[in-house]
């Protein structure tokens, strides 16, 4: 059972495991993520290491507007950053297509989360680090519920705070993107959030911690900061 504590027996910027073991592999991931976007269709408007990135953005920015101290926020950043790695693990032609996916498709891409946590157990097999704990444990759990409809059926008292944040910002990442079988939903920051509120709400979402991203979110878009982090 995970408790809501977030990752601060480590510091990511000065640890030297994670720089010169983890960083580089968080790195040459997303060179071959993006690889990967490139083999997919020119219009293709969801850009797999693009949103990583703005995920990853996010999640530090989410950190620190609710106080947490700097090394925790980067931690999270850096663990958040190759989520989705496992999606180039899948054949390239399942993502792209115009109609709203069936509930098999959605299954079979959502097993990303399984192959990409595959990848760094096998990678760092040998190797105990706490930073290796929290990555794999926010690449398998990002699209769990807390309610066990998720992915893997967990339900919230086996999600970790870390694990809870990453899956409420990387959803509100991919509703703004704009897909065709989205037709006229509002994609809009305001809109998104509404979406996820009133429509996923507790059964989906950490809303205490839906409500802290949200207003760091509302407070960008207040202010016009949007641009690409969305």
Known sequence: MHTNTWPDNFDFATDETCQNIFRPFIEEQ??????????????????????????????Y?????????????????????????????????????????????????????????????ERFSALNHPFKDLMIDIMLHHHEQMDGQGTLGLTAE???????????VEAYDGYRIWRPHFEGRDISPPGVLKRMREEKGAQIYDMDL???FAKMKMDDYKQGRLLQSH
């Open 30 to 59: 997303l060179k071959s993520l993006a690889a990967y976007d490139a083999q997919r269709p020119e219009n293709h408007t969801y850009i797999f290491h693009e949103h990583a990135a703005r995920v990853a953005e996010n999640t």
């Open 61 to 121: 920015r989410t950190c620190i507007a609710m106080g947490l101290r700097e090394k925790i926020a980067n931690n999270m950043r850096w663990a958040v950053l190759p989520h989705d790695i496992g999606k180039q693990k899948l054949p390239v032609d399942i993502w792209d297509q115009e109609e709203k996916p069936t509930g098999d498709v959605k299954a079979y891409r959502r097993t990303h989360t399984t192959l990409g946590a595959d990848i760094a157990k």
């Open 158 to 168: 086996h999600l970790s705070a870390p694990v809870r944040l990453a899956a409420i």
């Open 210 to 212: 839906f409500e802290a």
